[in-house]
């Protein structure tokens, strides 16, 4: 059975996939020995985001996660045991040298590490469908997703199951419905994405009736979300395992909140750091882990299996190769690695290391220079107005002569650093080759606007950034609106940015991109930084605090 077996709208032929990939017999016979107990460990990342290669301080990288993996294998299988590595997916979108390939680098790297199972996120959907065609082909593991269908049928492979020295395991594969609001409505049309919650209690049932597996994993890429509060999120992981029976998922193995999941206590998170004891979350009768992001961790789980029994015997999110900052006694501060140095698998350097060197001479040129840091941490940037935000709002405004810009958070990827600052800096920092657009609208069309978008919860990509504008937000209504140095005139027409991707709907934006005064400039936004950046070197970065939250 094929197991790369996606529909992409722009491929002519359509062929549509059944609901299961079949690494194995599946007859429903039980195949373990009674009272033999046998081993199972579970290794996990998520959120690759493009971070293929080792970083600056030389930490993560998939070479020195290829030697870490290799090694637990060996050790695992020697001792009788079995393993299986999973991915909660968003393999794409967040390092230019990535994303200038289509992360064909990552695919490669993943093939080459042996993934067994990734689930399908939702920067997945940050290209066109025939990227992802084209990725799911590069991918030696099936891409799964119980709940994603187009024209009636699911695109993926809803689950697989793997026959581990008798013991059936079953992983099931669920994305986040939020993709629907927060993917690109150009590449989505025509995509549904259903309740991961309803499609996991179908699936779960059809598992038990045709295969009797005797574990069943969920890879899921929808987010862990402390008790279950999501807030404007979709639900995650948390209300997933408590809307299903007791005991009927055995784990899951999560992404999304890009967070590492360790509790303190029930619904309590620890106060983690890189080297510690990690004690994953359990709700319901399922244990749920995430390995934060970008792999800087791998996420390992052994358990062992009796009579039908699983139980974990130990967890640890491993680091790889992070460091941490420490002052010897002259007080110079160096950078020291927090565990034992990993070394890299000699063959995935080697193999990687062309995609790297690839438009590096472009991607590290000097574009310009701030004299200090321009913030877009993802907790602050999506809680919070800040300079970047401001900076990067302020550029498209002027770019489309227009009075104020709106721009939404998850559109702004990391920080830009005191001191120079890089074309790499910039793609990192808005990867998604959106366009600027604009639109004509009175005072009073502006204020029904605002009313829907600048109240947007904070702690999601949705939350709104400004420039020339400043408002009060109370109840889920604005007031005190200043456009320029005036207060808004209900008649007066007024012309604002926002990017193509929030135009045309996307987190939930009132979409624009039918108003009669709608236009797309066709200006990249990262293109657009980058020039305002060159045009306004050095940044001083007082001149963009921002007015107001």
């Not at 009669?516 to 200006?523: I, K, L, P, Q």
């Amino acid at each position: 059975m094929n197991n790369k077996r996606f529909i992409a709208a722009s491929i002519a032929s359509l062929i549509l996939t059944g609901c299961s990939t079949l690494s194995s017999t599946t007859a429903t016979q039980q195949k373990w020995l009674q009272d033999k107990e046998y081993s199972l460990t579970i290794l996990h990342t998520n959120d690759n985001h493009g971070h293929f290669w080792q970083n600056k301080y030389g930490e993560r990288g998939m070479a020195a996660r290829a030697t870490l993996v290799n090694h637990i294998r060996a050790e695992v299988e020697a001792a009788g045991g079995s393993v299986l590595l999973l991915s909660g997916g968003d393999i794409n979108t967040g390092v230019p040298e990535s994303d200038l390939l289509d992360a064909e680098p990552d695919f490669v790297g993943m093939n080459m590490i042996g993934y067994d199972a990734m689930a399908v996120g939702n920067h997945e959907f940050d290209n066109p469908l025939d990227v992802l065609a084209k990725q799911a082909d590069w991918a030696n593991f099936p891409f799964l997703a119980a709940n994603i269908y187009k024209d009636g049928q699911r695109m993926f492979d809803a689950y697989k199951i793997f026959d581990k020295d008798g013991v059936k395991i079953a992983v099931i594969g669920l994305t986040t419905e939020d993709t629907a609001k927060i993917g690109n409505p150009e590449f989505i049309k025509g995509v549904q994405f259903t309740d991961p919650k309803v499609e996991a209690k179908l699936v779960i049932a059809e598992l038990k009736a045709k295969y009797n597996p005797d574990i069943i994993i969920a890879a899921t890429h929808m987010g862990h979300y402390l008790n279950g509060d999501n807030g404007s999120n979709a639900p995650g992981d948390v209300q997933l395992a408590r809307y299903l029976d007791e005991g009927s998922l055995d784990m899951i193995v999560g992404g999304h909140s890009q967070e590492p999941v360790c509790m303190e206590g029930k619904n309590v998170y620890a106060d983690f750091k890189a080297g510690q004891v990690c004690k994953p979350d359990v709700q319901n009768g399922t244990y749920i882990v995430q390995a934060h992001e970008w792999g800087k961790y791998v996420g390992r789980a052994d358990y062992t299996f009796k009579n039908g029994d699983l139980e974990l015997q130990s967890y640890n999110l491993i680091p790889v190769n992070l460091k941490k900052k420490v002052t010897d006694s002259d007080g110079n501060k160096t950078r020291v690695f927090i565990q034992d140095e990993i070394q890299q698998d000699e063959a995935v350097f080697n193999t990687l290391k062309p995609f790297q060197e690839q438009g590096q001479a472009a991607l590290n040129s000097v574009i310009g220079h701030s004299n200090g840091v321009l913030q877009g941490e993802r907790k602050v940037v999506r809680n919070n107005q800040t300079n970047l935000g401001r900076l990067i709002a302020t550029a498209h405004m002027q770019r489309a002569q227009a009075d104020f810009s709106v721009m939404n958070s998850g559109g702004i990827r990391a920080s830009i650093e005191e001191g120079d600052i890089s074309y790499k800096s910039v793609l990192t920092v808005q990867p998604f080759a959106n366009t600027i657009t604009y639109v004509d609208m009175t005072g009073g069309e502006v204020i029904a606007y605002l009313n829907q978008v600048a109240t947007k919860s904070k702690d999601s990509g949705a939350y709104a950034q400004f420039a020339g504008i400043t408002m009060t937000v109370t109840d889920k209504q604005v007031s005190n609106i200043v456009i320029g140095d005036k207060p808004i005139d209900l008649n007066r027409t007024y012309r604002f940015t926002v990017p193509s991707f929030n135009a045309a709907g996307g987190d939930g934006y009132p979409k624009l991109s039918e108003h009669s005064s709608y236009v797309n400039t066709g200006y990249v936004d990262a293109e657009v930084l980058k020039d305002f950046i060159q045009k306004n070197s050095p940044i001083n970065i007082a001149d963009f605090v921002p007015k107001n939250e």
